[in-house]
T-cell receptor
Framework: DTGVSQNPRHKITKRGQNVTFRCDPI?????LYWYRQTLGQGPEFLTY????????KSRLLSDRFSAERPKGSFSTLEIQRTEQGDSAMYLC??????????FGSGTQLSVL | GENVEQHPSTLSVQEGDSAVIKCTYS??????FPWYKQELGKGPQLIID?????GEKKDQRIAVTLNKTAKHFSLHITETQPEDSAVYFC????????????FGGGTRLMVKP
C-alpha cells in the first residue's frame, strides 16, 4: 500500500451517465496527478495539481472531463456524458519534494 | 514532447535466470528515469529510479543503467523468482516538463518455476 487511496475501485456505468472518482494522496504530498491506462498500455498523463492549482492538462482531457482539488488535499475527477471509449483504469498519483511518484490502485471504469 | 519506447513487450525466463528490459527516450532534457512494477488489478509500484547524473544504480537483485548519450536505459533483474512475474514500465520526465512522467508501453515478464 503506497498510501494513495482511490475510490471506488470499480465503476460500471451506462453510456451518457456522469461518473466521479476520488483520490486521497499521501498526506504531506502537495503534487497530485491523474493518469489513464488502457489494457496493454502504459499510463497516460491527464492532469496535474500543485496544491489546489491545476497547472497542466493533457490534450487527452476533453471538455467532458473535469478535475478539482479544492483544498489542496483530496481530488476528484468527473467524466460527463460517458462514452465507451472512456473505459479504462484511472490512476491517481502523488509526490512530495522528490521526483518519486506514488500511485494508488486505480479506479477501473467500464462504460456499457 | 517526450516519447519512450520499451522492449521487449513480453519476456519469458526460467527461475534463477536474469531478465533485461530496455527503453529509449527522445527528449534530451529528461533527467529522471523510474521503473514501475504493476501486478494484475493494482497500480504501478515504484521499484527503482535513476537520475541523469548517475550511470548505474543497484538495489539487491535489481539494477538500472543509463546511457545519456545514446538516450537509453535498462532494467536488470538477477536471480529471477516467480513473484517477479508482472508488467514492468519504464518512464522518463524532466523538470522543465513539470516532472510529468511519460511511460513506455510495458514489458510482461513471466518467470517459469
Amino acid at each position: 500500500d503506497t498510501g494513495v487511496s482511490q475510490n471506488p475501485r470499480h465503476k460500471i456505468t451506462k453510456r451518457g451517465q456522469n461518473v466521479t472518482f476520488r483520490c486521497d494522496p499521501i498526506s504531506e504530498h502537495n503534487r497530485l496527478y491523474w493518469y489513464r491506462q488502457t489494457l496493454g498500455q502504459g499510463p497516460e498523463f491527464l492532469t496535474y495539481f500543485q496544491n489546489e492549482a491545476q497547472l497542466e492538462k493533457s490534450r487527452l482531457l476533453s471538455d467532458r472531463f473535469s478535475a478539482e482539488r479544492p483544498k489542496g488535499s483530496f481530488s476528484t475527477l468527473e467524466i460527463q456524458r460517458t462514452e465507451q471509449g472512456d473505459s479504462a483504469m484511472y490512476l491517481c498519483a502523488s509526490r512530495g519534494g522528490s521526483e518519486k511518484l506514488f500511485f494508488g490502485s486505480g479506479t477501473q471504469l467500464s462504460v456499457l | 514532447g517526450e516519447n519512450v519506447e520499451q522492449h521487449p513487450s513480453t519476456l519469458s525466463v526460467q527461475e534463477g535466470d536474469s531478465a533485461v528490459i530496455k527503453c529509449t527516450y527522445s527528449d534530451s532534457a529528461s533527467n529522471y528515469f523510474p521503473w514501475y512494477k504493476q501486478e494484475l488489478g493494482k497500480g504501478p509500484q515504484l521499484i527503482i529510479d535513476i537520475r541523469s547524473n548517475v550511470g548505474e544504480k543497484k538495489d539487491q537483485r535489481i539494477a538500472v543503467t543509463l546511457n545519456k548519450t545514446a538516450k537509453h536505459f535498462s532494467l536488470h533483474i538477477t536471480e529471477t523468482q516467480p513473484e517477479d512475474s508482472a508488467v514492468y514500465f519504464c518512464a522518463a520526465s524532466s523538470y522543465n516538463a513539470g516532472n510529468m512522467l511519460t511511460f513506455g508501453g510495458g514489458t510482461r515478464l513471466m518467470v517459469k518455476p
